[in-house]
């Protein structure tokens, strides 16, 4: 079966709690409210990607243009290494740039050596370090990537 991608709807939250639980660590993880927050940002947008009826990963981001935010992108363990992260980040900044962002910004773990390596891949690039960003002590690359005009 084929990847296919969709938006976010309020019936999918238990199933994007628990895959962002599975994801990260406890205290890195989104605890439900957490998650509820961040869905429901003004600029919020949420991507999820299936494969079937089977959740693969979600993006989910804000927008407040010029600038875009990356809150987080999780894909499912059987599914890493087969293109999902990549399709839900290319959703989303095309998605972006239609509604005139011009440069996205995220947070990862300096630890995360995988994530860290991914975004670099797709033209992300350290700008800052967080000092203590998450659980106040482990600290995060500050990255960026300015979209293109269309």
Partial sequence: MAITTRQYEAKDFARLHKLDQECFP??????KWSL??????????????EEGKQIAGFILAEENPPLGHIITLD????FRRRGVGTILL???EQHFAFQGVQSVLLETSVENK???????RHGYRTEAVVKKYYLGKIDAWEMRKKLGKR
């Avoid at 406890?26 to 605890?31: A, H, L, M």
């Avoid at 894909?75 to 059987?78: D, K, P, Q, S």
Wanted: glycine share 12%; proline share 6%.
């Fill in 26 to 31: 406890p205290g890195i993880s989104y605890s």
């Fill in 90 to 92: 290319r959703e989303m």
């Fill in 114 to 120: 995988s994530g860290i390596a991914f975004w670099e």
């Fill in 75 to 78: 894909v499912a363990e059987g």
């Fill in 36 to 49: 509820h927050y961040y869905l429901s940002l003004p600029g919020a947008d949420c991507m999820v990607a």
